[in-house]
């Protein structure tokens, strides 16, 4: 159980388009979504918090305009990023949670590199 | 600001020895505690969870809680070569707090055969 999917696995884009990253939790209703982003041998940084049907939280030093998210049910977020940068490279993760203060499951994980 | 330590190694250990690892936070209020894995270009994923003071073992592995010292471990036994990785501690929010998990920069432990 707990089981949450990403898709794409890996994505190569040019600069300055727009990519879509799609979330799944698979076997489990997911009232709330938070996408990560890690950086080589760094930790995890948390971007925003998403809960299904209403605005995304998003962290201190994230600009919404570009990392888009929507939450539209109880399986699906989305994470767009918008006019895509080569520093906007690098891995980004998802992961998936049933209730307030219960665990997180993570995605696979979807590897941009823009260039 | 609230923290989640950890040491962030190499922790060396041989096939077979017991791995320890630790980590402490620093919101007291804290309820929830999680251990997750993560191998090198692999996204978290997670190994066990405590919420009460004390032991909890899940085959060769144990989670230690000591909330009164801000202190949660993460025992494993038998280790293999297989167990090398990061391990990431995370901490959880106190009722009514802002849901999201704090994590530590993770400890890299490598076991040798």
């Known amino acids: 159980g707990a089981v949450v999917s990403q898709h794409p696995s890996r994505v190569i884009c040019k600069s300055g388009t727009s990519v879509k990253i799609e979330c799944r939790s698979l076997?489990?209703?997911?009232?709330?979504m938070f996408w990560y982003r890690q950086f080589p041998k760094k930790s995890l940084m948390l971007m925003a918090t998403?809960?299904?049907?209403?605005?995304?939280?998003?962290e201190q030093g994230v600009e919404k305009d570009k990392f888009l998210i929507n939450h539209a049910s109880l399986t699906l977020s989305t994470l767009t990023v918008t006019s895509a940068h080569p520093e906007d490279s690098s891995f980004y993760i998802c992961?998936?949670?049933?209730?307030?203060?219960?665990?997180?499951?993570f995605g696979p994980g979807t590897r941009l590199l823009v260039l | 600001q609230k923290e989640v330590e950890q040491n962030s190694g190499p922790l060396s250990v041989p096939e077979g020895a017991i791995a320890s690892l630790n980590c402490t936070y620093s919101?007291?209020?804290?309820?929830?505690f999680f251990w997750y894995r993560q191998y090198s270009g692999k996204s978290p994923e997670l190994i066990m969870f405590?919420?009460?003071?004390g032991d909890k073992e899940d085959g060769r592995f144990t989670a230690q809680l000591n909330k009164a010292s801000q202190y949660v471990s993460l025992l494993i036994r038998d280790s293999q070569p297989s167990d090398s990785a990061t391990y990431l501690c995370?901490?959880?929010?106190?009722?009514?707090?802002?849901?999201?998990?704090?994590f530590g920069a993770g400890t890299r432990l490598a076991v040798h055969p």
């Open positions: 992961s998936a949670q049933s209730g307030v203060g219960e665990t997180q499951y």
């Open positions: 076997d489990f209703q997911a009232t709330t």
């Open positions: 998403s809960n299904e049907g209403s605005k995304a939280t998003y």
């Open positions: 919101d007291r209020g804290s309820q929830s």
């Open positions: 405590i919420y009460s003071n």
């Open positions: 995370a901490v959880g929010p106190q009722r009514g707090g802002y849901n999201k998990l704090i």
